[in-house]
């Protein structure tokens, strides 16, 4: 005799458990998303090198500017205009008015003396100039 169907205990012997499947996606998922944002967080700036480089130690405020002159402050992107009125929010609280100033090795001197100046009107009275040690 021929079998048209299939026992029930023939039926219900394969199943498949989707939920280790569902469990890697999830975490291949947040793992991804996790690294992308940390590539994202700033854009790499190649200090000038110096001997006499130290290690900052302290809570500064550090003014970034890459290489294709975009300006960061305290690692978040912000426009030359808003520069002024963003930093001297950033002062009025802080007993220490330290400004770390990163630039890029390419550069002109001139950005330099723009931040300088603009920090000093928002109320910064000191200036640090980030440099990395000479190998």
Not at 37 to 56: F, H, M, R, Y
């Amino acid at each position: 005799m021929i079998k048209l169907q299939k026992d029930k205990q023939e039926k219900d012997f394969f199943t498949l458990d989707l939920a280790p499947m569902i469990n890697i996606v999830f975490l291949l998922l947040i793992f991804f998303l996790l690294t992308s944002t940390a590539i994202k967080q700033g854009d790499a700036i190649d200090l000038p090198n110096a001997e006499s480089s130290k290690k900052n130690e302290g809570e500064n405020i550090v003014a970034s500017v890459s290489s294709d002159h975009k300006l960061q402050l305290d690692r978040q992107e912000i426009q030359k205009s808003d520069l002024k009125d963003t930093l001297g929010e950033k002062l009025k609280g802080q007993e220490n008015k330290v400004i770390v100033i990163e630039g890029d090795k390419k550069i002109v001197f001139a950005l330099f003396g723009e931040i300088i100046d603009i920090a000093k009107q928002a109320g910064a009275t000191d200036f640090i100039l980030a440099t990395e040690p000479v190998n």
